[in-house]
């Protein structure tokens, strides 16, 4: 697997030097890998905590990307480059998914009268997320219930 780069906020609490002691960790005796892995942790720390103190700097919203930084499937593009093939394979199926609803969702604003009726001819109407996880996995089930749980914004937003 390809090493990504370095991510954003990385840049913002880590500097040149870190980068060098961590590139040399694995080449040092086991008491000093032990010491410089929490010396450089320590470091990032206490930059981080100087950025989140700074109650004036807006430094950590050079982070954010465009002009919807909650924006889900940006985010789940941004970190699939850190995943291993399996975790991408679950992005992948939760990408398709929020495709998917928002889709459904763009119809249904497109066609309200269409589906006013059709909500009125029927008693028990079945939702899209019970309509999916009958074509999915166990697993895959088990995936989209998390993500509803962790998305539950993607139903209001779209």
């Known amino acids: 697997m390809e090493t990504p780069g370095i ?15 961590k590139a040399a960790i694995p080449y040092l005796s ?3 890998q032990q010491f410089f892995s929490v010396y450089v942790k320590y470091i990032e720390l206490e930059h981080t905590l100087k950025l989140v103190s700074d109650s004036n700097s807006n430094v950590l919203s050079s982070c954010s990307i465009g002009e919807n930084p909650h924006s889900t499937s940006d985010m789940l593009t941004a970190i699939k480059q850190y995943c291993t093939e399996k975790e991408k394979e679950m992005i992948d199926l939760i990408s398709n998914f929020l495709s998917a609803y928002q889709m459904y969702h763009a119809y249904q604003e497109l066609m309200p009268q269409q589906q006013q009726e059709k909500n009125n001819t029927k008693k028990d109407p079945i939702s899209v997320a019970d309509t999916l996880k009958g074509m999915l996995t166990p697993e895959q089930q088990n995936v989209l219930g998390t ?12």
């Open 147 to 158: 993500c509803m749980k962790l998305f539950p914004s993607t139903s209001n937003s779209t």
């Open 7 to 21: 991510t954003p906020f990385d840049h913002m609490v880590s500097d040149n030097q870190l980068q060098i002691i």
């Open 30 to 32: 086991n008491r000093e």
